[in-house]
């Protein structure tokens, strides 16, 4: 039958190529139109254009609200941020136009106080690292995939095996937006995320925050607290059996 609503998924993971986010991205619609008819709309690089991400923070943000404004109708929709943190403050602009909202694994928003720390000073030392890393015009995917798989990937040992396998053979597959998002990913972690949120009020929303239960604990975990603050009516609850790529790990908590 005719959609009764539409479900807009803002998918940016870290280093998590499209082709891998996919099969959750389709159990996740499959689902919700068991239940009632709706229209699901993924937008990630490789699935939808998305505005190109080699841009400030502000400007990025800016380019896609003025995107989802042009693709969604004018009725209400429901948004769900899987963009660990790069458009989380886009729910304040929305705010008029959603039904709901689910944000997972959120991650960058940081305290004043820890901004303000050596600790900071040394993550922001290897984010900027990482930044020049993903520049280079062709990384081998080998070198980074055990700092990749060891921060980002719990399971046991024959299912991080297998999904290595797929890692490796997926970014064989991407091109180079995939790795100018993930240089962005580390070049507006520092304080660009927090910038975003910086000023803005208590949001009265219907909302729900879900953050991976082993996720890192400064840069996710208590960036998740950090956002509970700003919506402290929104639900909060934790994947379990996951630190970040919940959609490998553990999508069905989700779905």
């Known amino acids: 039958g005719e959609a009764r609503v539409s479900i807009l998924i803002l998918s940016l ?3 998590l190529p499209w082709t891998m986010q996919k099969p959750c991205m389709d159990s996740i619609a499959d689902a919700v139109n068991r239940d009632f008819p709706a229209k699901v ?3 990630s690089t490789g699935a939808c254009f998305l505005p190109h991400s080699g841009l400030p923070l502000t400007d ?3 380019e896609l609200l003025e995107f989802i404004n042009d693709l ?3 009725e209400p929709f429901v948004l769900v941020d899987n963009s660990l943190g790069v458009a989380t403050s886009l729910l304040w602009p929305l705010q008029q136009r959603l039904m709901c909202a689910l944000v997972i694994n959120s991650a ?3 305290s004043e106080e820890y901004i303000g720390s050596v600790a900071h000073s040394k993550l922001s030392s290897v984010f900027e690292a990482r930044v020049e890393e993903r520049r280079r015009p062709s990384i081998p995917a080998d070198a980074i995939a055990e700092n990749i798989f060891s921060i980002l990937v719990t399971g046991a040992p024959d299912i991080l095996t297998e999904l290595r396998t797929q890692w490796r053979n997926a ?8 790795w100018r998002l993930s240089a962005s990913h580390y070049e507006w972690f520092p304080t660009e995320r927090t910038k975003a949120l910086n000023g803005l009020p208590k949001l009265d929303l219907q909302a729900s925050l879900i953050c991976s239960m082993h996720g890192p604990t400064i840069v996710m975990t208590e960036s998740m607290q950090n956002l509970h603050r700003l919506l402290p009516d929104a639900n909060f609850s934790h994947i379990p059996d996951s630190k970040c790529w919940w959609e490998v790990e553990n999508p069905k908590f989700v779905i």
Request: hydrophobic fraction near 55%.
């Open 60 to 62: 990025f943000l800016a």
């Open 171 to 178: 970014v064989l597959d991407t091109d180079c937006e995939f």
């Open 13 to 15: 993971p870290n280093m």
């Open 41 to 43: 709309i993924a937008l």
């Open 108 to 110: 960058g928003i940081f």
């Open 72 to 74: 969604m109708s004018k």
